[in-house]
């Protein structure tokens, strides 16, 4: 079945970086393109990047950009989050999400992780 | 950016109701959005996907039509579990966006 679980989530001071990543099992990984979507307390979903199945197409929400990087490691099965100059705006639970057909960029999220908090406070 | 707007924002209803949420996308996006389903402290779950398809293992009073710019999720007979919030979402254009929810409460 598939599995996709996020961590390296916690507090952290405005300015500083994090790291999260997002553990994949149970689907042919490597031929899959992944997001990062976000959640800030009690509001909506908002995207924040994609990377296509084989890391040659990246994308990044306009909020995000310059800032946060996108990339994966297909021998680990894995994708990250790199996040620097961290604000309190980015304060909120972050999800990694697989698109539903394997190969393509532009397609619906079919399966999710359970999420990670990230809290950007002093 | 193509800016995704539902309506209503939230509203009461009862069980075995017949409920519609509307979602209009600022420019045309042929079929390319999907409908989510969002419970609290949750991750989101994927109803509809291309605009009208169900996705495996979704019951079948729901449904979702449109395309272009003017989309519609609906519930056929509301049941217990289908108090959550929705989200639509277009995948035509980068960057991806999601309409702002609506909230279903219990009547």
């Known amino acids: 079945q598939v599995q996709l679980v996020e961590s390296g989530g916690g507090v952290v001071q405005p300015g500083r970086s994090l790291r999260l990543s997002c553990a994949a099992s149970g689907f042919t990984f490597r031929t899959y393109a992944m997001h990062w979507v976000r959640q800030a307390p009690g509001k909506g979903l908002e995207w924040v990047a994609v990377?296509?199945?084989?890391?040659?197409?990246?994308y990044y929400a306009d909020s995000v950009k310059g800032r946060f990087t996108i990339s994966r490691d297909n021998s680990k099965n894995t994708i990250y989050l790199h996040m620097n100059s961290l604000r309190a705006e980015d304060t909120a639970v972050y999800y990694c999400?697989?698109?539903?057909?394997?190969?393509?960029?532009?397609?619906?999220?079919?399966?999710w992780g359970q999420g990670t908090l990230v809290t950007v406070s002093s | 950016a193509i800016r995704m707007t539902q309506s209503p924002s939230s509203f009461s209803a009862s069980t075995g109701d017949r409920v519609t949420i509307t979602c209009r996308a600022s420019q045309g996006i042929n079929s390319y959005l999907a409908w989510y389903q969002q419970k609290p402290g949750k991750a989101p779950n994927l109803l509809i996907y291309?605009?009208?398809t169900l996705q495996s293992g979704v019951p079948s009073r729901f449904s979702g039509s449109g395309s272009g710019t003017d989309f519609t999720l609906t519930i056929s007979c509301l049941q217990s579990e289908d108090f959550a919030t929705y989200y639509c979402q277009q995948y035509y254009s980068y960057p991806v966006t999601f309409g702002q929810g609506t909230k279903v409460e219990i009547k």
């Open positions: 999400a697989r698109v539903q057909e394997y190969q393509l960029l532009y397609d619906s999220f079919d399966y």
């Open positions: 291309a605009a009208s």
């Open positions: 990377i296509s199945y084989d890391g040659s197409n990246k």
